[in-house]
């Protein structure tokens, strides 16, 4: 009988528990349902919200990208090759050197002749220093000046019996060959612009041994020319200047050319 009872019992509440459950499992349900709702409207706000720099961040290795191929490209200067060095014999000091009766003096000349020089040489595209004779850019014990090629200008004495003009080189020269070829290619144009012979015979120790080709760098290829003498060759240096210039112009010109002017 116990037993019974207790089966009818069982048998009676069996409905209001599935009820409940069926109750327990819709709200369930429902919550899920409000969760997936609320989860999916927090995800679209987050993404409506989303800071504008967090997205303008997301193309910028795209424009780094695209950027890199019109960088500025490394341009590497052109060296500017340094200038020709002309000196003045006797300039910039009380030495005038040679002198003519009449008043005509070296120094003038060469002074005058290393202007007119210096013009026709920057007319060509060339850069020129002009060096007075004891000029502080020499030095004995430096050496440290080192333009591109350097002729220092004299003229002979004021005599009649010689005639000509005459260009050498050191005779203890550390780049014999560029100073031989400066040398040539100095003589051979300025023979062909003056018209004046080779002077061969007096070339003296005063020209070898000359103080300003030991007093620049050792490799600058470096010569010495007398213009002509003071008396033979009076009306051409005191009168056609321009003639001179032109034949000391056009030899240095050869020798940067590269010319062997043999
Ligand atoms: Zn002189």
């Known amino acids: 009988m116990g037993i019974e009872r207790l089966s009818d019992l069982e048998e009676e509440s069996r409905p209001l528990i599935r009820r409940r459950a069926l109750e327990w499992l819709s709200h369930f349900f429902l919550i899920a349902a409000g969760v997936v709702l609320f989860a999916t409207l927090v995800s679209i706000v987050f993404v409506a919200r989303r800071p504008p ?4 961040m997301v193309p910028a290795p795209i424009q780094t990208l695209i950027q890199l191929p019109t960088a500025t490209p490394t341009i590497t200067p052109t060296p500017v090759p340094p200038p020709i060095a002309l000196l003045a014999g006797h300039s910039g000091g009380a030495d005038t050197g040679a002198i003519c009766p009449d008043g005509l003096r070296e120094v003038d000349i060469t002074t005058d002749v290393a202007a007119r020089a210096k013009v026709i040489l920057e007319s060509r595209g060339y850069r020129v220093d ?3 004779e004891f000029d502080q850019r020499l030095s004995a014990t430096r050496r440290d000046y080192s333009p591109r090629a350097f002729l220092a200008i004299h003229v002979d004495s004021c005599i009649y019996y010689a005639s ?5 080189r050191a005779e203890f020269s550390a780049n014999p060959e560029e100073d031989d070829r400066l040398t040539h290619c100095v003589s051979t144009a300025y023979a ?3 018209q004046l012979p080779f002077h061969a015979g007096s070339i003296t120790r005063d020209m070898t041994h000359y103080h300003a080709l030991n007093e620049i760098d050792a490799q600058t290829p470096a010569a010495i020319i007398e213009l002509g003498f003071l008396g033979s060759e009076h009306d051409l240096l005191k009168n056609k200047r321009d ?3 032109t034949g000391i112009s ?3 010109d050869s020798f940067l050319r590269g010319m062997t002017c043999q």
């Open 192 to 194: 062909a612009a003056t």
């Open 243 to 245: 003639v001179l210039a």
């Open 130 to 132: 002009i060096l007075a």
């Open 250 to 252: 056009d030899g240095i």
């Open 164 to 168: 000509g003009y005459k260009v050498a």
């Open 53 to 56: 720099e967090v997205v303008a």
